[in-house]
T-cell receptor, first 112, second 112 residues
Framework: GNSVTQMEGPVTLSEEAFLTINCTYT??????LFWYVQYPGEGLQLLLK?????DKGSNKGFEATYRKETTSFHLEKGSVQVSDSAVYFC???????????FGTGTSLTVIP | DAMVIQNPRYQVTQFGKPVTLSCSQT?????MYWYQQKSSQAPKLLFH???????NEADTPDNFQSRRPNTSFCFLDIRSPGLGDAAMYLC???????????FGPGTRLLVL
């Protein structure tokens, strides 16, 4: 079956530190992969996505590369800001059903 | 701006008193989803509509129903809310299976 395993949090970083949030997946076929961000009290916002192997999604300084060989889609940012404090969800869609499979979420707090 | 709108943002109801949450979209997307999200957890899919076709998740309680009278609107009806139904309810849309989902801001339901 399909599933997403995400690095557990919470993660606390100082401003300008390097961020990595690990995400690995199990899927049949060729899924699309996503990172969503959720700020307190808000819905989920699409941060970036990749639809095929070796694609790199990027947005707002965040990047993730679809690695089929390691079944991974790790989120990275070179220099985090206080405003990046949020919960980050990795997700996959198998393009067969209409369902997303979410990871458990990783809470990030960035301190000045 | 095209968007997903949820009303109200906060809803308080009494134990056992029916409540309806609404979602509208200006994206003209075919698929609409309802998720339940409890504190510090990933969103849990309750059901979705692909156009007029309703798809219920196997573990969604019968207490939860949905209506989609037209492309733009979708409603979540909770027939007899229990204390355990207190959560954030998220509506999302997508153009088709496998594509990005776009979320509304959510409705936080409190059951007294």
């Amino acid at each position: 079956g399909n599933s997403v395993t995400q690095m557990e949090g919470p993660v606390t970083l100082s401003e300008e530190a390097f961020l990595t949030i690990n995400c690995t997946y199990t899927a049949t076929g060729y899924p699309s992969l996503f990172w969503y961000v959720q700020y307190p009290g808000e819905g989920l916002q699409l941060l970036l996505k990749a639809t095929k192997a070796d694609d790199k999604g990027s947005n707002k300084g965040f990047e993730a590369t679809y690695r089929k060989e390691t079944t991974s889609f790790h989120l990275e940012k070179g220099s985090v800001q206080v405003s990046d404090s949020a919960v980050y969800f990795c997700a996959l869609s198998d393009a067969i059903g209409n369902q997303f499979y979410f990871g458990t979420g990783t809470s990030l707090t960035v301190i000045p | 701006d095209a968007m997903v709108i949820q009303n109200p943002r906060y809803q308080v109801t009494q134990f056992g008193k029916p409540v309806t949450l609404s979602c509208s979209q200006t994206l003209n997307h075919n698929v609409m989803y309802w998720y339940q999200q409890k504190s510090s957890q990933a969103p849990k899919l309750l059901f979705h509509y692909y156009d007029k076709d309703f798809n219920n998740e196997a573990d969604t309680p019968d207490n939860f129903q949905s209506r989609r009278p037209n492309t733009s609107f979708c409603f979540l009806d909770i027939r007899s809310p229990g204390l355990g139904d207190a959560a954030m309810y998220l509506c999302a849309t997508s153009t088709r299976s496998g594509s990005s989902q776009y979320f509304g801001p959510g409705t936080r339901l409190l059951v007294l």
